[in-house]
């Protein structure tokens, strides 16, 4: 990047911070605050250990240093500057969920556009807010679009403060499972009389309440309930697709969920053998499309320095965005993380790296060298690398 480019988005950057001052996290004397600035090269130089006490009001410190990246510490601290980490007197720490695009297993960087890497970022983030909500019951939850590639969830509620590494690993493990099987999700009601001895009364059951029984038995019953709307013909078809079902097994199936649908539908997976065996690979497929691929490092860090929401992301220039809950399904990251400091006029700019961009609603199909845009997809190019400001 040029330094005429640096210098023109530092100016606008300021230009944001002054109409639009971020909002601050709460307990925000306990936080460690850092930050990046506009460094000459293709390094970056990280700022931290400030306390809000040495940087004073955030909005006249962002516009005054007009830094590139903007970040608040998880953790909370009765001695929030000191430089080394073990004086800063750790307190407890929020919760911090991290999706990235470039992490997850439908996402092909190389070959993806940036507008399909955020939608399947969504899409993850619609079932991590599964697990944190329904699963885990959390309610002091801020979401937040990184302005870059993916979402922040940030959790407060006084339960998770304290948790160390550990304890948030196993979070990490809940919400993306590595190695479950149906076994794991299993309880098994023993026959009246029979404890301390296994018997053909036995039955294995999935949890019908909670957890990744609970999943698993929703997708089973999905599949129930399709295959008994269904003709004959279609559910036959149907229950074939699945390994190890065939044409007379398939029949059963299709008399079993009839017969014995109440039993299933209350958990047990005992009523027939082919039913387990559906379970089991249902199971598989649950995991597979239900996990939601977060950044372990970021969970697990309890001393971790996040974007601040309502900086800027000097790598996009989008904003980073909090999303009210009720807003999500409609949200769009490259209309509305777009500030509206950014709107209204056109700049010129030289093309370095051509090609299509999807901003703002519209499509562009942009050639190398010398072109007049809109000043919001003008600073996206810049802070994305492909252009540079026009020689003046």
């Not at 516009?63 to 909370?76: E, N």
């Not at 339960?159 to 479950?180: F, N, T």
């Not at 029949?251 to 079993?256: I, M």
Request: hydrophobic letters at 35%.
């Amino acid at each position: 990047m040029e330094e005429r480019t640096r210098a023109y988005l530092r100016g606008r950057f300021r230009d944001h911070y002054r109409r639009h001052p971020p909002e601050l996290p709460p307990a925000p004397d306990a936080r460690e605050w850092g930050f990046i600035p506009w460094t000459e090269g293709p390094g970056t130089t990280m700022v931290r250990h400030r306390s809000l006490l040495e940087i004073g009001d955030i909005g006249a410190f962002l516009q005054d240093k007009r830094p590139r990246h903007v970040y608040f510490s998880a953790g909370r601290y009765g001695d929030p500057g000191a430089s080394a980490m073990s004086a800063k007197q750790w307190q407890g720490a929020d919760l911090v969920f991290d999706l990235d695009a470039d992490h997850l297993p439908r996402v092909d960087p190389e070959t993806d556009d940036y507008a399909t890497m955020l939608s399947v970022c969504k899409d993850a983030l619609e079932r991590l807010l599964s697990f944190v909500e329904d699963d885990f019951g959390f309610e002091d939850v801020t979401v937040v679009f990184s302005g870059g590639r993916g979402y922040h969830v940030h959790v407060r509620d006084e339960s998770v403060r304290e948790l160390d590494r550990e304890a948030r690993r196993e979070i990490v493990e809940y919400v993306r499972p590595s190695g479950l099987e149906l076994d794991d999700v299993v309880t098994t009601r023993v026959a009246a009389g029979t404890i301390g001895r296994e018997t053909p009364a036995d039955s294995p059951r999935l949890d019908t309440t909670g957890g990744w029984s609970r999943r698993v038995h929703q997708r089973l019953m999905s599949l129930v309930d399709e295959v008994r709307a269904a003709d004959e013909a279609d559910a036959l078809e149907r229950l074939q697709t699945f390994e190890g079902i065939g044409s007379g097994s398939s029949e059963k199936l299709r008399e079993v969920f009839e017969d014995r649908y109440d039993e299933i539908a209350a958990g047990n997976i005992d009523v027939h053998g082919r039913v387990k065996h559906l379970a089991r690979l249902l199971a598989d497929e649950t995991i597979e499309r239900e996990a939601a691929p977060i950044d372990e490092p970021v969970t697990t860090d309890i001393n971790r320095l996040i974007r601040l929401p309502g900086s800027l992301h000097g790598g996009s220039g989008l904003a980073v965005a909090r999303i009210e809950r009720e807003s999500l399904s409609d949200f769009d990251p490259l209309v509305d993380a777009i500030p509206e400091t950014f709107r209204g006029r056109d700049i010129a700019v030289e093309v370095t790296e051509g090609g299509a961009v999807e901003l703002d609603g519209d499509s562009f199909t942009l050639a190398d060298g010398t072109q007049s845009v809109p000043e919001q997809l003008g600073v996206f190019l810049m802070c994305r690398g492909r252009a540079e400001k026009e020689r003046e």
